[in-house]
């Protein structure tokens, strides 16, 4: 039963997350079965068209990237020494023709505003219905439903505020310290931290958590999941209080030794409440319906 004031607000922000996320993720699926219902796709198999941009922009230490991802891709960041966010894009979509492929091409894309110390990195397509309003009125509706895809790939100075909006697809984030805000409706994510503020919330998937540190340098972690399995890996001798709740259904599975009850509550196989080695920032783990796995670096999980 859950009785704490944490899980009722946890669960209130996985169910309001989820909704959003399934509106998220439905949007493009449901226009193009509006249109589907009107026009059909032109027979025949499919072409396609790939395209890459790059960017490279100069970025303060502390700035702020934002990325707004497309429905289907994947995003990969990684931190580095250079006060520059060099980013490339692989951009691509599928169609009958060439001249479907040209179409499809000029709408489907992103835009890259940046200033001093924000850079955000929108997607733009035939997902937005705002902007197909506005940039292609007259879009072939036939064509609406055909797929494409972006894959972002980022390097951002180590110290970099994120803010991490994805689509369905492979998410990887590692090198970077800031405050990180990440979500995603339906997600194979892989998350190699080792300090910041991050807050992580996730529709469905797996989510790899690997912290090589034996101390986290910040306020802390905390991530959400709806359903799927979320596997964090620690090295021996980790420092750290630690948080782990499984909501509706699923089970706790903690080969890591050395655990020892924070709060004179026994472990079970749906709630961990533990310190490991001497304490320190909070890891928060919580999985609507799934498996949480604690293991350390090297082990099998």
Known sequence: MITSFYQIRTITRLVLAGAFFLLLSADSAAL????????????????????????????????????????????????????????????????????DLAKLA?????????????????????????????????????????????????????????????????????????????????TDATLTLTGGVVNATFGLGTVQVRIPVRSWRGGGLQIELASGELNVELPAGFNGDIDSDILRSGKIENSYPGLETRDRTAFSDRSIHARAGSGGAYLKLTVGAGTIRLVKTGMDK
Do not use: C
């Open 32 to 99: 193009a079965q509006k249109n589907k219902k009107n026009t059909s796709v032109p027979p025949g198999p499919l072409l396609t068209r790939s395209t890459s941009r790059h960017e490279v922009r100069r970025f303060g230490y502390g700035g702020t990237v934002t990325v707004v991802g497309a429905p289907r891709g994947s995003i990969t960041i990684e931190g580095w020494s250079k006060n520059e966010v060099e980013l490339r894009a692989e951009i691509e979509v599928q169609a009958t023709t060439e001249q």
């Open 106 to 186: 000029a709408v489907n894309g992103f835009l890259l505003d940046d200033d001093l110390n924000h850079l955000s990195v929108l997607t733009t397509g035939m997902h937005d219905k705002s902007y197909m309003r506005r940039a292609a009125k007259n879009f072939p509706k036939q064509l609406l439903g055909l797929p494409w895809k972006i894959d972002y790939y980022l390097k951002v100075p180590s110290t970099t505020q994120l803010e991490i909006n994805s689509g369905s697809g492979v998410l990887k984030v590692s090198g970077v310290e800031g405050a990180i805000r990440l979500g995603a409706p339906q």
